[in-house]
């Protein structure tokens, strides 16, 4: 069948399985959005304010469902407004497709209206980028796309397509199943990495001397820890990582990206590790004498002074992405390969080891924080736990994002959305929304952000009430850009250059502007109220919650020092 | 990355690449965002019209390398990463250098041809065009005897090299 570039596009998306895109037409995009209406059957297209948070959105929708998001803008300035969501989600391991319209080779490099070498600018920030300069190639370059971006360790892929392209017209013909595998699965070494069937039973072959090794490691440890990633959940290693914590007896620290892979609740779980961690999550890592570290990097956030990270500790590394082993540290022993599959090999050679004096002892050092205030942040999160365990939450950056990674008991895995590598203020709103329009069953996502993050992103108020997305914006408003007025408390002498926000909006006139229901809260008695009725209402809503412009995040391991090191308590 | 000066070595490494366009700077864009430092740099296709092969001379430590290799491995276009040791690589590069060389000069330096192994591409009145072919430190040294007679202008290729042996170059990541 003979399509032109826009309509194979379309049939290409199909194929892929996508059923929504979030994007923002212009006039480098118009054949693709022209093809887009006659399908709108097949595919659903949610029209953000901004490109920027169609990003995030596709983005939020990859990180809820594992699905790869779709995001779509047009040339020029609508691609590069999408920099900072391609940046979010490299950082992240995020798998999302990212396309872009060009104008037609004839103008390209000649500095036209609305012209930008995206596949330039975002070089550094995508897994691999596109341009595509014939139709004839346009289906297989989309194919190989998807499946660079969801293999081996996830990741944004950019196909930008210019506008001769969407018009010219050559023979289509639809794939299924393993015919959409591309060609490059064969010839390059990282898509050997998650390895099926027959590759799977090499990978066992190759794998084995160091899985033998690991168990070794684990029957000699007396003291051991596990710490775990983002790479777990995006993996689906959860199950597989607690059978191992069992069978080790071990207890768990995480990453901010790793929380939900194991419970809040289980009693092996430490917590978060790291700038904000738990003293229990931090003290552990000071002491165990083997560190099981699994899709995790190594960042400084989670590391502080890298020198003194787990000094006593052999470091055993199961990561996919075999850079990110002796990038930060050096290991022990490493094994890549898929978490999951690395942990299911592992398993059937650990014997079940008793260290309950080690795990008394870590215990133990689990520190409940109270505080005197009537209203907080942990009792404002404590009391969403309690009406809604298990609800997807996206957050902003700042303050807010770290009291709801120490507060909020993650229950399951992709129940946390946050930008924790590029740390995005702006990101949350998109990434509600693009979590809540991926939900079959309108569950309602919670947003927790900042009144300075918010200020970022709070155009998309429009679309969530268009849609009628689920979302359930709650703010933490203190009047400033929190996070760093606790630096320049800290470590500037409270000479707080800009970052206190006198200055509104008024967030309740805001709703009301956007025809949304909100309200405002002092108390915990009003809050619980108004967060009740928000999820059993099920749609979209501002909660503005007033708190203390001098409320801290605690503990607190300053930059670059030991991770055991707290200058807050 | 900090490395002890101490510990800086040369590497020579080689990179079969897909060959296409953009396949360079992405090659090149990720040495200076990831802080290593090109010595050299010189890019060529291969017996294969869809493969290029990109050979760079790079200074670092053994833990530098390592994450260089897997770094250059996470790029789609990169299809195998060698790191040559001198000792089992042939490595040359080629130069060519504009002298002053009048009259008087001729002589002295047709001898210095001789003893490297040049080649004279273009004499005028007043300068000549040699050309050198060699490893590094034959290149340096015959550089800095020709700065006597003035060097007006010089380019030279970038190291290339080839493993020595029957062998070819193979890929292994899992290591």
Known sequence: MKLNGAAILIECLIEQGVGTVFGFPGGAVLPIYDELYKRQDRISHILTAHEQHAGHAADGYARATGRTGVCLATSGPGATNLVTAIATAYMDSTPVVFITGNVPQSLMGTDSFQEADISGITMPITKHNYMVTRVERLADTIREAFYIARTGRPGPVLIDIPKDVQIAETEYTALSGEALIPRLSMKHPTAQLRPEGEALERYKIKAEPRLEQAAQLIAEAHRPLIYCGGGVILSGAQQALQELAERADAPVVSTLMGLGAVPATSSRMLGMLGMHGTHAANIAMQRCDLLIAVGVRFSDRALGKAETFAPGAKVLHIDIDRAEINKNVSTTLHITGDARIVLELLLSRVSQKHHEQWMQQARSMIEDYLSDELFEPRKILGGMAAISPEITIATDVGQHQMWTAQHFPFVRPRQLITSGGLGTMGFGLGAAMGAAAADEAHRPVVLVTGDGSFRMNLTELSTIAYYNIPVIVVIFNNGTLGMVRQWQTLFFGHRYSQTTLDRGPDFMKLADAYGLPGARVDNMEAFTAAYREAVERGGPCLIECMLDIDEMVAPMVAPGSPIDSFCLN | ?175
């Open chain 2, 1 to 175: 990355m900090y490395i002890h000066p101490d510990n800086l070595r040369r590497y020579t490494v080689g990179v079969l690449v897909d060959n296409e366009p953009g396949v360079l700077s992405r090659v090149s864009g990720l040495f200076s965002r990831r802080g290593f430092n090109i010595e050299s740099l010189a890019v060529g296709p291969t017996q294969d019209s869809e493969v290029s092969r990109i050979t760079i001379v790079v200074k670092g430590d053994d833990a530098h390398i390592e994450q260089l290799v897997q770094q250059l491995y996470k790029l789609i276009c990169v299809q195998k990463v060698q790191v040559m040791q001198s000792r089992n690589a042939v490595e040359r590069q080629l130069l060519l250098v504009k002298v002053k060389a009048g009259p008087a000069d001729r002589e002295g330096l047709m001898r210095l041809v001789d003893i490297f192994k040049a080649k004279v591409l273009d004499v005028t009145k007043s300068s000549m065009i040699l050309q050198i072919t060699g490893e590094n430190d034959k290149i340096s040294s015959m550089l800095s005897l020709l700065e006597d007679y003035g060097i007006l202008e010089l380019v030279r290729t970038g190291m290339v090299a080839l493993e020595r042996g029957d062998g070819v170059m193979t890929s292994d990541i899992f290591d």
